[in-house]
């Protein structure tokens, strides 16, 4: 019975913190990143995600894909966004899910007050502090020849799936932030390497965090699932600490 429990109802919302140090502590730089939202007919866990948006007041907030699966969930997604925009800046990518009722939803983003999408283009931040970031999508990242970044700017890149990163890519890129693979869903073990079996049998992305030479990667678990079953593997909301 008590799998049984875990299996059905491990449906709590969490806050995971993680933590970069670039800039030795002259930073304080905070980042809420929301992935996999898949919003049905309720807007359940928005109003635990706007709670945590109040209490942490994140200087910037990315959204790494899969944000709606029904049209009612599209129309609630869009206005959670406007709402959470005129708190903090979003950062958007398009995930695989976003297309399946057409293009309308997601595109009314376009239109909203301090949302940026990067699909196509780099954007640019500079936080309070002085220090200069890039924030580009995984395709923008690939396709340059060359990474020409200014004294103390650093590239975010914000990818869907994880499964898409090529290693030798990954050159000039600081830091990526992607979802998509909701933590295997089922998680029996964790490795020493942070990756989560049985799912790393299958992807290699399967973790939380790995560092891959100058690169961190950083995988949401997400906030919501197309198949809602989940052991040991908790919704979560990223908040990371840039020092």
Same mark, same amino acid.
């Given at each position: 019975?008590?799998?049984l429990?875990?299996?059905m109802?491990?449906d709590e919302?969490?806050l995971r913190k ?5 800039h030795?502590n002259k930073e304080q730089l905070r980042?809420?990143h929301?992935?996999?939202? +898949?919003?049905k007919?309720?807007?359940?866990h !928005? *109003?635990?995600?706007?709670n945590y948006?109040s ?6 907030i990315v959204?790494t894909?899969d ?13 959670f ?5 005129q708190k903090?800046p !979003?950062y958007w990518?398009?995930?695989n899910?976003d297309?399946?009722f057409?293009?309308t939803?997601?595109n009314?983003l376009? +239109?909203l *007050?301090?949302?940026y999408? /990067?699909?196509d283009?780099p954007? #640019?931040?500079?936080?309070s ?7 580009v999508?995984?395709a923008?990242?690939? #396709?340059?020849?060359? +990474?020409?970044l @200014?004294?103390n700017? @650093?590239r975010? /890149?914000?990818?869907?799936n994880?499964e898409?990163?090529i290693?030798?890519?990954l050159?000039?890129?600081?830091l990526v932030l992607? $979802? ?6 089922? /998680?029996? +073990? !964790?490795?020493?390497? @942070?990756?989560?079996f049985?799912?790393?049998?299958l992807y290699r992305?399967?973790?939380d965090?790995r560092e891959v $030479?100058?690169?961190? !990667?950083?995988v949401?678990?997400?906030?919501g ?5 989940r052991?040991r593997c908790? *919704?979560?909301v990223v908040?990371l600490q840039i @020092?």
């Open positions: 019975m008590q799998f429990s875990s299996l109802f491990n919302l969490t993680e933590t970069l140090s670039w030795n980042i809420l929301l992935s996999d939202l +898949h919003l007919w309720t807007g359940r !928005v *109003k635990a995600i706007e948006i209490g942490l007041i994140p200087d910037i959204l894909g944000y709606y699966d029904t049209p009612r969930g599209g129309r609630l997604f869009c206005e966004v406007e709402r959470i925009s903090s !979003v990518i398009r995930g899910h297309g399946w057409g293009l939803y997601i009314r376009h +239109h *007050k301090n949302t999408c /990067v699909d283009y954007c #640019a931040f500079t936080s502090a002085g220090f200069h970031y890039q924030i999508s995984w923008q990242h690939t #396709a340059a020849t060359e +990474h020409i @200014r004294d700017e @650093r975010i /890149v914000l990818l869907h994880p898409d990163i290693a030798s890519r050159e000039g890129c600081d992607t $979802g998509h693979l909701h933590g295997g869903q089922f /998680v029996l +073990h !964790v490795c020493q390497d @942070r990756s989560f049985p799912g790393n049998i992305w399967c973790c965090r $030479g100058a690169s961190t !990667v950083i949401s678990r997400g906030i699932d197309t198949l809602p079953l052991f908790p *919704k979560e908040c @020092r």
